[in-house]
């Protein structure tokens, strides 16, 4: 059983995933980040020791975790990466929440041969979401759809932007700057970030417009449905701004010059959004998704609904993008702990939805929590 575990940033999520481990008398659990004042802040919350460390290092990251048993990855999505390739490196299992746009399984062969457990993209979507559909993929001869509507969102709509930022900032705008990859009769389909604006009606918010993003990540590769689409959920109109934004090059790495300065637009952007999309004192953010996947089951028809909805917890102050992320992610530490979950390798989300038992470990774990999946199976013929 890992006991001694260690989170690898403690910001808006890393920190409620911490806080959540250390209620657990089973665990010791330190934080690592670069920002003592964020150390400071979590220690006066919980029992969580800090350890101030530049993640931005791989080597350090190597170094820091080899005296711990199970590693939280929860680092912007730039240092996923390198940061997930250190901790297997170091030869310690991990539960990874980083969006990153490298291929994960390209360290799959070094975490194997290093007897590493590293369970990746380990949110909500992809995420908790992922092993649901891993799990439909399991009792089924075949998928033939898979569609998801995911989201996070203010619950008070305020211009311009109707928008807060409840995870890294950063990783936001790389949502709508990276081409999105989805499947359509059997063809791999690539579209920019924020095409294909549609209209979605959900009873707990009312409208809500859904655009393409590239959430699907690994189940490309994993899950064989000829039909699989993900998109995002915003309030309706805030595509069009971001585009607008991108499209003028407000998103833009490549430096231009300014008064003689190279100047990044993205940074400059970053400093200006950032503060206005930050989670104000009293507001609360809301989580939904939405979970369509079809297939064959015992030679019939079969389809699953998953509904998700979930708000900011003002009691422990977590917002609900770090409570549906977050507790997932928590969830799964406890599953390899406890022995649930064994496979070495690298595994997304949907890996879990195979072996028995672990979709429904993980789904009483945050319903614990008070997060909750509705579920709707249904035999359309």
């Not at 092993?131 to 089924?140: E, K, T």
């Not at 389809?303 to 507790?327: C, I, K, N, P, Q």
């Amino acid at each position: 059983m890992a006991e001694n575990i260690i989170v690898l940033g403690g910001g808006l999520v890393g920190g409620p995933m911490a806080l959540d481990l250390a209620r657990d008398e089973r665990f010791t659990v330190t934080v690592a980040d670069i920002d003592p004042g964020v150390l400071d802040g979590l220690a006066a919350r919980g029992p969580v020791t800090g350890e101030i460390c530049d993640l931005s290092n791989p080597a350090a990251v190597a170094d820091l975790v080899r005296d711990f048993d199970l590693v939280v990855g929860a680092v912007p999505g730039h240092l996923g990466f390198a940061t997930l390739e250190a901790v297997i490196s170091a030869g310690r299992d991990i539960v990874d929440i980083a969006f990153f746009p490298e291929d994960p399984f390209l360290l799959d062969a070094a975490a194997r041969a290093r007897g590493v457990t590293a369970v990746v993209d380990c949110g909500v979507f992809p995420g908790m979401g992922s092993a649901l559909i891993g799990r439909a993929d399991r009792q089924c001869e075949r998928l033939d759809l898979v569609l998801v509507y995911v989201g996070g969102l203010p619950k008070i709509r305020r211009q311009p932007f109707e928008y807060r930022a409840v995870f890294s900032p950063i990783d936001v705008i790389e949502e709508y700057t990276r081409p999105a990859r989805y499947r359509e009769n059997g063809k791999l389909i690539e579209r920019p970030a924020l095409s294909d604006v549609e209209l979605i009606e959900l009873s707990t918010l009312g409208t809500l417009e859904a655009f393409n993003t590239d959430g699907l990540r690994t189940l490309l590769e994993t899950i064989s449905a000829p039909d699989m689409k993900e998109k995002t959920l915003r309030y309706p109109g805030h595509a069009a701004k971001m585009a607008l934004l991108r499209e003028c090059g407000f998103f833009s790495e490549d430096a231009v010059d300014v008064g003689g300065h190279p100047v990044r637009p993205v940074d400059v952007t970053g400093r200006l959004l950032f503060p206005m999309w930050k989670l104000q004192p009293g507001e609360g953010d809301v989580t939904v998704m939405r979970i369509l996947v079809e297939g064959v089951q015992a030679g019939r028809r079969v389809r699953w609904t998953w509904d998700l909805y979930d708000e900011f917890d003002h009691a422990l102050g977590v917002s609900s993008m770090a409570r549906t992320t977050g507790y997932t992610a928590t969830m799964a530490v406890r599953a390899i702990a406890d022995g649930v979950y064994r496979e070495q390798g690298v595994s997304p989300p949907e890996f879990l939805g195979r072996v028995d038992g672990c979709v429904e470990y993980l789904l009483a774990g945050l319903e614990q929590r008070g997060v909750v999946y509705q579920e709707r199976l249904e035999f359309p013929d």
